[in-house]
C-alpha cells in the first residue's frame, strides 16, 4: 500500500502576498494529516521562493507547476529545474494546460522529467485523454502513448521518485469527475504499464486522480484500489474542501487492506 499523496495546483491564482495568506489559512488544517498523506502545494512560480522559507521544518512539501528541460540558456521566460533543486521538492510535468494551451508535446515532456530527474525533483507527470479521445474510445491509446513518450529510455532508478497523475481533460474544471471505477480501470492500466517499464519498481509508483476533485467526491476515489492520491486544482484554492480531500484520503489509506 503506497501512502497517498495530495498536491494541491494553484494555476496561475493569487497574488504573492494573497498565496502567502492563503497557505497560512491551509495550514493548520493540513497538519494533523501530515503523517498519513504526503502533501505538496503547487504555486505560481514567482511564489515559490517565499513560500520555501514559509514552509521550512513544516511537513508540507513544495513543488513547481512547470519547468523548462534545459539547465539554463536563451529562453525567455523559463525557469529551469536546476533553478529548483535543493529547496524545492517536486516537479508537475505535462498538465493538459501545459499540452493544449502552451504546445507542451510528448517530446518535452520526456526532456523535462529527465530534468527533474536530474536535479533531484520528484516529478509528476500528468497524462489524460480530452473528451473527443474519450467519445471516440481512444483513451487507452492515449494515454499510453503518453505514458511511454514520457518514459521513453527510462532506467530503473527512475521509479523511486515518480508519479503520475491521471486526469481525464473532461474532467478538470469542470465539476464533472471521472466515476471512481472509471479513474480506477484506466489507472490499472497506467499500473500494467508502469510494471512493464520498470518490473517490480513499477509497484513503487504513485498514480493519482485529478479532475474535479472536491470533499465530496475525494473518500469514493481514495478508496478504489488503484488510486494513490489526488492531484487538485480549483478546490485547492479553498481551504476547508482541500483539508476535506486530504481528510479523506488519510481515512481511506487507514481504511485499506494491508
Ligand atoms: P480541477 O483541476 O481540480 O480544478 O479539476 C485539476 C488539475 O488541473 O490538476
Known sequence: MHKPLV???WKMYCTVPEGLRLLEELEPGLQPHAGAVDLVVLPPAVM??????ALKGKPIALGAQNACWADEGAYTGEI????????????????????????????????????????????IVAVGETLAENEQKRTREVV???????????????????????EPVWAIGTGRAATPEYANEVMGMIRSLLRDAFNSGGETIRILYGGSVIGSNAMSLMVQPEIDGALVGGASLRPAEFVAIVQAAAQAARERPA
Open 7 to 9: 498536491a494541491g495546483n
Open 80 to 123: 529551469s529545474p536546476r533553478m529548483l533543486a535543493g529547496w524545492c521538492s517536486y516537479l508537475l510535468i505535462g498538465h493538459s494546460e501545459r499540452r493544449q494551451i502552451f504546445g507542451e508535446t510528448d517530446e518535452q515532456v520526456n526532456l523535462k522529467l529527465r530534468a527533474s530527474l536530474r536535479h533531484g525533483l520528484r516529478p
Open 48 to 53: 515559490l521562493w517565499e513560500f520555501a522559507k
Open 144 to 166: 499510453q502513448r503518453q505514458l511511454e513518450k514520457a518514459l521513453d529510455g527510462s532506467e530503473p532508478g527512475w521509479a523511486a521518485t515518480l508519479s503520475i497523475a491521471y
